[in-house]
Nanobody, 120 residues
């Protein structure tokens, strides 16, 4: 039983930065961020363990996005730098019973999702 509430999305211009936040309540599961762009399948962007260790990133965002976890406040952050139009998507926070790995498309719990739109 995990409840996830996301914030931090919005409309920005290319090159700008955003920081997504996800407040997780309930059991401390592994938490990650997914995104689904128009006409594309959902993909795992980044994930982190329940203790804030072992970050995982999709190759496409490594060194551009950084995931971290404030364990005291049970909040997961995803600062996104150098945003490009192709980053436009609905971003969803997700909680998983098992650790993240490449190509995962499913999770156990989901936030409602927030829109990130990057204009050129």
């Amino acid at each position: 039983q995990v409840h996830l509430v996301e914030s931090g999305g919005g409309l920005v211009q290319a090159g700008d930065s955003l920081r997504l936040s996800c407040v997780a309540s309930g059991r401390s599961y592994h938490v990650g961020w997914f995104r689904q762009a128009p006409d594309k399948e959902r993909e795992l962007v980044a994930g982190i363990t329940s203790t804030g260790s072992q970050p995982f990133y999709a190759d496409s965002v490594k060194c551009r996005f950084t995931i971290s976890r404030d364990t005291a406040n049970n909040t997961i952050f995803l600062p996104m730098a150098s945003l490009k139009p192709e980053h436009t998507a609905i971003y969803s926070c997700a909680a998983s019973r098992v650790k993240w790995k490449a190509n995962r498309k499913l999770s156990d719990y989901w936030g409602k999702g927030i829109q990130v739109t990057v204009s050129s």
